[in-house]
């Protein structure tokens, strides 16, 4: 198997140029441990350079869900509620909610679930996610309403006015939420349902039979109207209005699975925050000082080879400075701790790349695949250092052939 | 949110499904990259010990730290995510040794397990040493989480180095 190795030794340039490229890199490298460092977003106007920090941005919420079971066999009230848990679970986890528990209290007279989340996301988006149950059923117009009187001109949005069909949530494998160009030319979001295979000849079958006419999506009581074209393949896609945000809304209540009960929430609670924030000028000293310490002490009281720590030094310097200098430009916002953690997690790393040549590969795929497994499959917080941690180990492998190339160069220029 | 509390009462069974596997993937991960790139039955035992140590370090460590602390976090799971990524390295290193040594003429079991040795001890010494200067910029939980990791992830690094030393014996 070829080996993947990211090198900058072909890298031949003239003596002058040489020596012109690596003024130019070590300025760079200058401005982007500058931009890194707390406090000179005071020194430059025109562009901010602060470091968004989630501290402020988190509020937390306590939700109760009353169940409607009454209607339940005794039998499958356990699991229905269960099922209800998982899904809202489901929806705030992978709306990337940072911190979510839901409960169940059960009594003889009434059943709730309290959802409590704490999180920095768009307050409204949550509220969204966990009031709505969104039962979608496919629905046909009854014949004696008359969808064209002007003095109801809401007759087409109700579901009252429609009959229920067989096709509901469970009849699709997933909802795709995309762009497609709508009847004017215009590119808009539309909602594409994508039936399970062993439903997909009845639904099809059904869309045949209706060709011509205007069925529907029902969702919790209001229409979706859906004209059936009489041309094949059908795509039964609906509008999506509101844009983007809208649109991440739907997807996450369309695929994370059919709630089996109605629910109303009867309460919401705001609760206090206990935020155990880490002062950022502190933490980029601290992280400083632990770096240029540690490095010292491999050096002179473990006799490390020099070259490896003036390189591993190095590296961790780029590494750590090109992501706070990302996250400050793009401002992205991040709780402190987490990059703490971040931070220990890289300088560690690094120096064991650079001592374990042999081991790279091996080291390098299997985090980069642990770090895949904890994004995919991670609650909260894991999700969110999953995901940063898999972009860290890319610029460290970057920094790590990159801090060779230029020391050698270094080294090779200034002893001339 | 006390952790053991949460997980025992409160965890969804969406939520255990998830750890659960991604717990029980990572362990196959390892054992497997273990059996397919070393191709040697005590790499792979040693990864899976190892793949269970840690763990159980964790849950001892924050056990104490309960005790400690009378309330212990969701974040502490952070505890083991950091550990387990630890032991994992302190194994990889070890195999990464045996697969480049092996081959060679005059091949000593012994230089592998001392090299092992000396790679733990460095990786020792950046741990205590990072973690304890973080440990005094920081407060409240934070710092209790990075005493937590650090403690574990020591322990976890001597016992894999004790396993290492019963597994790979001379002439075995």
């Known amino acids: ?30 401005v982007i441990c500058l931009i890194s460092l707390p406090l000179t977003e005071q020194f430059q106007d025109k562009v901010s350079y602060n470091l968004i920090t989630k501290e402020n941005m988190y509020w937390s919420k306590e939700y109760t869900l009353e169940l409607e079971t009454s209607q339940v066999p005794e039998i499958d009230r356990d699991g229905y509620i269960e099922k209800t848990r998982d899904i809202l679970f489901r929806r705030l986890n992978r709306a990337g909610v940072e911190e979510v528990s839901v409960t169940k209290e059960i009594s003889e007279e009434k059943d709730v679930l309290k959802v409590t989340v704490k999180s920095s996301k ?96 029902d969702t919790d009581g209001f229409v979706t109207p859906y004209y059936v074209p009489d041309t094949n393949p059908k795509t039964f896609a609906i509008p999506v209005t509101g844009g983007e945000s809208q649109s991440t809304l739907l997807s996450l209540l369309y695929n994370s699975g059919e709630i089996p009960l109605s629910y109303t929430a009867t309460e919401t609670r705001d609760l206090e925050i206990e935020n155990d924030s880490l002062n950022y000028i502190q933490l980029s000293i601290a992280i400083l000082v632990a770096i240029v310490i540690v490095h010292l002490t491999l050096l ?89 941690m898999i972009l860290l180990l890319l610029i460290s492998q970057f920094s790590i052939a990159f801090g060779k190339w230029y020391l050698d160069n270094m080294r090779k220029n200034l002893g001339k | 949110m006390n952790i053991f509390a949460t ?37 792979v035992w040693f990864s899976g010990i190892s793949s269970k140590t840690s ?23 952070f505890v083991f995510m950091l550990t387990t990524t630890l032991s994992a390295i302190n194994v990889m290193t070890l195999n990464n040794y045996l697969v480049k040594n092996r081959n060679k003429k005059n091949f000593d079991i012994d230089f592998v397990t001392r090299e092992h040795f000396s790679d733990s001890i460095k990786l020792i010494a950046l741990i205590l040493l990072f973690f304890t200067i973080l440990i005094s910029f920081t407060s409240g939980e934070i710092r209790n989480i990075l005493i937590a990791s650090g403690i574990s992830s020591i322990l976890s690094i001597v016992i894999n180095h004790l396993v290492s030393r019963i597994l790979f014996k001379d002439g075995k």
């Open chain 1, 1 to 30: 198997m070829k080996k993947v190795k990211i090198s900058f030794d072909n890298l031949k340039l003239g003596p002058i140029f040489s020596y012109l490229f690596l003024v130019l890199i070590s300025s760079l490298l200058i």
């Open chain 1, 122 to 217: 768009n307050a409204a988006l949550v509220d969204n996610l966990v009031q709505n149950r969104f039962k979608v059923n496919v629905v046909t117009r009854k014949e004696d309403v008359d969808f064209d009187n002007e003095e109801d001109p809401y007759a087409y949005l109700l579901g009252e006015n429609y009959n229920k069909t067989d096709f509901d949530g469970s009849t699709f494998r997933n909802v795709l939420i995309t762009e497609l160009r709508n009847s004017s030319g215009e590119y808009s979001f539309f909602a594409i349902f994508k039936p399970n295979i062993t439903k997909k000849k009845a639904f099809d079958e059904f869309l045949d039979g209706k060709e011509g006419e205007t069925i529907g999506v």
């Open chain 2, 7 to 43: 997980v025992l009462e409160n965890w969804t069974r969406y939520e255990l499904l998830i750890v659960l596997s991604s717990a029980i993937l990572l362990t196959v991960i390892g054992v497997l990259s273990a059996y397919l790139f070393v191709k040697d039955k005590r790499a």
């Open chain 2, 55 to 77: 763990p159980l370090i964790v849950v001892l460590i924050i056990f104490l730290a309960n005790l400690l602390l009378s309330s212990v976090s969701e974040t502490y799971s």
């Open chain 1, 300 to 388: 002179f009281v473990v006799k490390e080879d020099s070259k490896n720590i003036s390189r591993s030094l190095l590296s961790t310097m780029i590494t750590i400075s090109t992501w706070i200098a990302y996250l400050k430009i793009s401002s992205t916002p991040i709780d402190t701790w987490l990059l703490a953690l971040e931070c220990i997690l890289s300088v560690i790393l690094i120096y064991v790349l650079i001592h374990n040549k042999e081991s790279q590969i091996a080291i390098t795929t299997s985090m980069v695949i642990s770090f895949f497994i904890m994004m995919i499959l991670g609650i909260g917080y894991m999700r969110i250092f999953g995901k940063e």
